[in-house]
């Protein structure tokens, strides 16, 4: 699901396209592209290569100006099916806590997927911890189907996973992850959750073409993932904002 990134924060969006819209200098920007017919936006990676991007750990230092190449990620996965929503992820009663303070944070990763049926005999997080030992999650169809809350992502993030690979996602999940910041939402070509099991051992590669490469090592099988597109950078750089301040579309914290 290659996606705008107009599209993960209208209202952030809308407001630089008004501010701008009269400004001489908005046609020469290196960083969008504006379409008066349709507002639309294009977005050049943070740095000059189309393999080296700002990570989210970079992101959150504003100390380190370097750039790193996209992480590949490793570690076991767990597997789950079609139809996956918010409330399996993130049951509704734990709305409460609030991502932004670090104790809360720490107990919604310690919820995540703890709404799950009894056809999961594996726990994502063991009763008792704060993390998972599951670096990556594998999927069906229609994967953070439900609400629009944002604590979903937010959960899998603070649990410790990496990324999810599903065979698809609903439209306002993957819009949460990468507005976020706290997850890769990567799509699979084909529908690698009935040959993967849970606590598989795998690895993601990212490749030079954009796209991803899943390796089973239990299973020694390799899957093609789809490129994920402009939300790349995005999720690298730590969300939305952190990426527009990144890109100086919007004042960092330090000079508000």
Do not use: W
Request: proline share 5%; with cysteine; glycine share 8%.
């Amino acid at each position: 699901m290659a996606t705008s990134l107009q599209f993960l924060n209208p209202t952030l969006f809308r407001s630089l396209a008004s501010s701008n819209k009269n400004s001489s200098s908005l046609s020469s920007s290196p960083f969008f592209r504006l379409n008066s017919s349709s507002i639309a936006f294009n977005f050049k990676p943070l740095t000059s290569s189309s393999t080296k991007i700002i990570t989210r750990a970079a992101a959150s230092s504003s100390n380190s100006g370097d750039s790193q190449a996209r992480e590949t990620f490793h570690g076991l996965c767990y597997v789950v099916k079609d139809n996956i929503d918010t409330d399996q992820i993130i049951p509704a009663e734990y709305g409460t806590l609030v991502p932004s303070i670090p104790e809360d944070r720490e107990k919604l990763g310690s919820f995540a997927m703890i709404g799950l049926s009894s056809f999961y005999s594996d726990r994502f997080v063991e009763q008792g911890e704060m993390k998972s030992k599951y670096s990556v999650i594998i999927g069906g169809d229609n994967f953070g189907c439900g609400s629009s809350r944002e604590h979903a992502p937010v959960c899998l993030g603070a649990a410790g996973a990496k990324a999810v690979v599903a065979e698809s996602y609903a439209r306002i999940f993957f819009r949460n992850c990468v507005a976020t910041g706290e997850i890769f939402p990567l799509e699979s070509e084909v529908r690698i959750c009935d040959e993967c099991k849970t606590g598989d051992v795998v690895t993601i590669e990212p490749k030079e073409d954009g796209s991803s490469l899943l390796i089973n090592h239990t299973t020694r099988k390799e899957y093609k993932l789809k490129p994920i597109g402009d939300a790349g950078p995005v999720i690298d750089a730590g969300g939305i904002f952190a990426y527009a301040r990144k890109a100086g579309m919007i004042p960092s914290a330090s000079s508000a």
